[in-house]
């Protein structure tokens, strides 16, 4: 509740839980509500009790029975009972994964474990989670330059380097496969001299498994992640950008004649050519004729089944759909 400025709770009975002190609340989550005094944010339980102390500039959600704080620009990690669990000490720290996350320190990503200890070592310019216990780390090459780029590689667990530095871009794991970009680097310069838009040059685009043996060679100018067995592949010709699909063996499965896709879901996905939409399935079979401006959201196969339903009889389809 609210009076004049200031905010509280009351329970279903109208009974005060706390006073009208806050500045600001938040609804009670899983037991717990964060409150703000004085620009400090701190935690009540059910019956009113500050179990965190107002004291951080910022709670971040908690999960897992764990939050991000942070305080003077430095970050940790709490608990429910407002134990500090990781010391207000960070640059940065990245949401846990299997009991371990990335954190940085006076500059340096490195990776930490739910009890502070220090499992990589703060080396590294960039850092994020691939797979079990294997992670994609970057290092910028030339760092006195107005731009310094980033070089990625892959290590384990034990801090040992799997995948040497020379991909432009390494991506999370999806059904087994890493997306990965591999070319000279460098910038491209787009748009007009008035108006320039300056852009990594990031390379062909491929995929490797978590061991770094490529497979599927990077020949292409962008890729998504794998999904329900197929990936979206791009191929870019005289600025004539085109998707389609390719499977894990990298056969083209749907080709590539498309000027949008999205991952497949429920085993169909939204395509767009000749600036209309419609659906297809895994076979490239369209679903739902590509004539549509728009078409948001899909849910799964079955209610798209008949290619030839009507205007009216889609539109029926598509709102009972959601």
Avoid at 121 to 143: M, N, Q, R, T
């Amino acid at each position: 509740m609210r009076i004049g400025k200031k905010c509280g709770f009351i329970d279903k009975t109208g009974v005060n839980i706390t006073a009208v002190k806050y500045d600001d609340v938040a609804a009670f989550q899983n037991g717990i509500a964060e409150v703000v005094l004085n620009k400090k944010h701190g935690c009540i339980d059910e019956v009113g009790r500050e179990i965190i102390p107002l004291v951080y500039s910022e709670i971040f959600p908690f999960f897992n029975g764990i939050a991000k704080v942070e305080l003077n620009h430095k970050y940790g990690v709490i608990n429910k009972a407002g134990k500090e669990i990781i010391p207000v000490k960070y640059d940065a720290i990245k949401t846990f994964t299997e009991n371990l996350a990335p954190a940085k320190l006076n500059g340096k990503w490195g990776i930490i474990d739910s009890n502070d200890n220090k499992v990589i070592d703060f080396k590294y310019d960039k850092i994020i989670y691939c797979a079990k216990d294997i992670f994609a780390v970057g290092k910028y090459k030339d760092e006195d330059t107005w731009r310094p780029e980033l070089v990625w590689g892959l290590i384990n667990i034990k801090g040992q380097e799997i995948l040497d530095f020379k991909y432009t871009s390494i991506g999370k794991l999806s059904e087994g496969m890493l997306r990965v970009q591999f070319g000279e680097g460098g910038f491209k310069k787009y748009g007009s001299d008035d108006a320039p838009i300056i852009l990594q040059n990031m390379g062909k685009a491929g995929f490797i498994i978590v061991n770094g043996k490529e497979v599927i060679k990077p020949i292409y100018d962008n890729v998504k992640d794998f999904s329900e067995g197929l990936a979206a592949v791009l191929i870019i010709k005289d600025k004539d950008m085109r998707w389609g699909f390719i499977d894990k063996e990298g056969k083209t499965v749907i080709n590539l004649k498309y000027e949008n896709v999205e991952s497949f879901k429920n085993g169909i996905t939204r395509v767009q050519l000749n600036g209309k939409w419609g659906i297809i399935d895994r076979t490239g079979k369209e679903i739902v004729p590509i004539k549509y401006d728009w078409i948001d959201g899909i849910s799964n196969k079955n209610q798209y089944e008949n290619e030839n339903v009507s205007d009216k009889e889609f539109e029926e389809l598509y709102e009972s759909a959601f």
